[in-house]
């Protein structure tokens, strides 16, 4: 097995004429997959009005792509190992633009939750063949950090450009057009792909362990619904059920890939203390990132009275703030150190929740603007230094195993943000009171969503209509301060974990190739 740190002269692969074209390829999958995690945001409430689902309903439909993608990630980078990272990408490519198809058409909440379910498929085949093709064709660390900086910054964008291609859509057409743009952006992937990205794969892979498959979904499933529905319903029999059957699939998960020869994810990189805290941070910088978007679409839209354009333009300096940082992530990671990065953006979005929960209906844009900068540029530095940590930590022959393991921390921290932080939400906004004169129908309805409740008002008189937005509108600031909170104290304890986890790690150096 190659070592970690050995770079062969391989001239071709330090100065591969085409591989910053194969990396704008790599970049725009990585970016719209992390779009379509967030563009929802902003249709919500066009979605709401015409599909009319539940509020359970309602949170599936938004987080079971991100589920889908956590729960098949790591056997999809294992796949890509073996039968060619770029066959998977391409295969992937073209599987998401068909069922992009379907998304725009639902007509029923059911059909919109199975057909999110099946775009998560589509994207778990597209996010570690991207990182792992950048493994490949970037041996110089230094350049391969940058690469990994510029994917980074994208991923890390893509949540906050979401709302505003959004919002940009949904001025001119239906809800259903924040999926079709999937699709001519998925014809330049594939067309272009095949000319300039190169094939790699895993020489010696061994077979590809399907109960393992089975298992990884099944935990992963089981142990995220569990935490949404204890945080949005309390716990019930149903919940115990779900954490039980999720925790037992891992932990018989975690012990065949120990015995196995070939696992489909080497559990031992886990006793390395680096690549451990890398995944944790990945994990929870994007948990306080997407969160915090997600909720704040609906915050300027619904309680602001913002369009969807202005709302999407009003997170674009989330977005800005993460390109920049990503970009500079690796010079800044050498210059001080990894932890101090890491703790330090991680720091600085657990401060941003942190003052999240002293906004109100008033808050002026100014402070808004500025607290998703702060956010934006904290998780362009930590997603972006974990990242380059966790791909130079494994031999370029495991790079969609280690993509895999940082995109599932990815995919997982943009589902639970969502997830937890939502049913937080959900859970303080059902408990207001409805003013008197509204009809238990109506009240039903109103509960279920601040989207509901506006839609409800439109056909109550005007001044019982009026109150019963105004109460909605702050049940969901509450909510919002409150899940805030929670997210600023996760995200401030983990910025003090990162510090001690990543104590010594250091990137790896370039080098310049013999003649």
Same mark, same amino acid.
């Given at each position: @097995?190659?070592?970690?740190?050995?770079?062969?002269?391989?001239?071709?692969?330090?100065?591969?004429?085409?591989?910053?074209?194969?990396?704008?390829?790599?970049? %725009?999958?990585?970016?719209?997959?992390? $779009?379509?995690?967030?563009?929802?945001?902003?249709?919500?409430?066009?979605?709401?009005?015409?599909?009319?689902?539940?509020?359970?309903?309602?949170?599936?439909?938004?987080?079971?792509?991100?589920?889908?993608?956590?729960?098949?990630?790591?056997? @999809?980078?294992?796949?890509?190992?073996?039968?060619?990272?770029?066959?998977?990408?391409?295969?992937?490519?073209?599987?998401?633009?068909?069922?992009?198809?379907?998304?725009?058409?639902?007509?029923?909440?059911?059909? @919109?939750?199975?057909?999110?379910?099946?775009?998560?498929?589509?994207?778990?085949?597209?996010?570690?063949?991207?990182?792992?093709?950048?493994?490949?064709?970037?041996?110089?660390?230094?350049?391969?950090?940058?690469?990994?900086?510029?994917?980074?910054?994208?991923? +890390?964008?893509?949540?906050?450009?979401?709302?505003?291609?959004?919002?940009?859509?949904?001025?001119?057409?239906?809800?259903?057009?924040?999926?079709?743009?999937?699709?001519?952006?998925?014809?330049?992937?594939?067309?272009?792909?095949?000319?300039?990205?190169?094939? +790699?794969?895993?020489?010696?892979?061994?077979?590809?362990?399907?109960?393992?498959?089975?298992?990884?979904?099944?935990?992963?499933?089981?142990?995220?619904?569990? &935490?949404?529905?204890?945080?949005?319903?309390?716990?019930?029999?149903?919940?115990?059920?779900?954490?039980?059957?999720?925790?037992?699939?891992?932990?018989?998960?975690?012990?065949?890939? %120990?015995?196995?020869?070939?696992?489909?994810?080497?559990?031992?990189?886990?006793?390395?203390?680096?690549?451990?805290?890398?995944?944790?941070?990945?994990?929870?910088?994007?948990?306080?990132?997407?969160?915090? &978007?997600?909720?704040?679409?609906?915050?300027?839209?619904?309680?602001?009275?913002?369009?969807? %354009?202005?709302?999407?333009?009003?997170?674009?300096?989330?977005?800005?703030?993460?390109?920049?940082?990503?970009?500079?992530?690796?010079?800044?990671?050498?210059?001080?150190?990894?932890?101090?990065?890491?703790?330090?953006?991680?720091?600085?979005?657990?401060?941003?929740?942190?003052?999240?929960?002293?906004?109100?209906?008033?808050?002026?844009?100014?402070?808004?603007?500025?607290?998703?900068?702060?956010?934006? $540029?904290?998780?362009?530095?930590?997603?972006?230094?974990?990242?380059?940590?966790? %791909?130079?930590?494994?031999?370029?022959?495991?790079?969609?195993?280690?993509?895999?393991?940082?995109?599932?921390?990815?995919?997982?921290?943009?589902?639970?943000?969502?997830?937890?932080?939502?049913?937080?939400?959900?859970?303080?906004?059902?408990?207001?009171?409805?003013?008197?004169?509204?009809?238990?129908?109506?009240?039903?309805?109103?509960?279920?969503?601040?989207?509901?409740?506006?839609?409800?008002?439109?056909?109550?008189?005007?001044?019982?209509?009026?109150?019963?937005?105004?109460?909605?509108?702050?049940?969901?600031?509450?909510?919002?301060?409150?899940?805030?909170?929670?997210?600023?104290?996760?995200?401030?304890?983990?910025?003090?974990?990162?510090?001690?986890?990543?104590?010594?790690?250091?990137?790896?150096?370039?080098?310049?190739?013999?003649?």
């Amino acid at each position: @097995m190659t070592s970690t740190h050995q770079h062969p002269k391989t001239p071709d692969g330090l100065h591969h004429p085409g591989r910053w074209i194969a990396l704008a390829v790599l970049v %725009l999958a990585v970016l719209l997959v992390a $779009v379509d995690a967030t563009v929802l945001g902003l249709a919500t409430p066009f979605l709401s009005e015409d599909l009319e689902p539940t509020g359970t309903q309602l949170l599936w439909i938004g987080d079971v792509y991100s589920f889908v993608i956590a729960g098949l990630l790591v056997s @999809m980078g294992s796949l890509g190992d073996r039968i060619g990272r770029k066959k998977l990408l391409l295969s992937g490519a073209t599987a998401f633009g068909a069922v992009s198809v379907l998304n725009a058409y639902a007509t029923t909440p059911e059909m @919109m939750i199975l057909a999110r379910a099946l775009l998560g498929v589509a994207g778990a085949t597209l996010m570690p063949s991207t990182l792992a093709l950048i493994r490949n064709l970037f041996h110089d660390p230094r350049e391969r950090s940058l690469a990994v900086g510029i994917w980074g910054a994208m991923a +890390s964008a893509g949540a906050a450009v979401g709302p505003v291609v959004g919002g940009l859509l949904l001025e001119h057409f239906w809800w259903g057009s924040v999926f079709l743009i999937n699709l001519p952006v998925m014809a330049v992937l594939v067309a272009v792909g095949i000319k300039m990205i190169p094939e +790699s794969k895993n020489p010696a892979p061994g077979p590809w362990d399907l109960p393992s498959v089975g298992l990884s979904l099944v935990g992963m499933f089981g142990i995220v619904y569990a &935490v949404k529905e204890a945080a949005a319903h309390g716990v019930g029999w149903e919940v115990a059920v779900s954490a039980v059957c999720g925790t037992a699939a891992l932990v018989w998960f975690v012990r065949r890939q %120990l015995r196995l020869p070939s696992p489909l994810l080497d559990m031992r990189l886990f006793h390395h203390r680096g690549f451990s805290g890398a995944v944790l941070a990945d994990l929870l910088t994007i948990l306080g990132l997407s969160g915090l &978007v997600f909720f704040l679409s609906q915050f300027l839209q619904l309680v602001q009275g913002r369009g969807p %354009l202005e709302a999407g333009l009003a997170e674009l300096p989330a977005a800005v703030g993460a390109v920049t940082a990503g970009l500079s992530a690796g010079v800044v990671a050498r210059r001080y150190s990894v932890r101090a990065v890491v703790s330090g953006g991680l720091a600085a979005i657990g401060a941003a929740l942190a003052v999240v929960t002293v906004i109100h209906k008033e808050t002026g844009y100014p402070l808004i603007g500025a607290l998703l900068l702060v956010v934006g $540029v904290g998780a362009g530095f930590a997603f972006t230094v974990t990242s380059d940590v966790i %791909l130079s930590s494994v031999p370029k022959e495991q790079a969609g195993s280690a993509s895999a393991v940082s995109e599932t921390a990815y995919e997982l921290g943009a589902a639970l943000g969502i997830a937890l932080l939502g049913s937080i939400v959900t859970g303080v906004y059902r408990g207001f009171g409805t003013p008197e004169g509204v009809s238990a129908a109506a009240a039903k309805a109103a509960h279920e969503s601040l989207g509901g409740a506006v839609e409800t008002a439109q056909r109550l008189p005007a001044p019982l209509g009026g109150d019963l937005v105004l109460a909605a509108q702050e049940a969901f600031v509450n909510g919002l301060r409150v899940s805030a909170a929670v997210g600023a104290v996760v995200l401030l304890a983990t910025a003090t974990a990162a510090w001690h986890l990543l104590r010594g790690q250091k990137l790896e150096e370039g080098i310049i190739p013999e003649e």
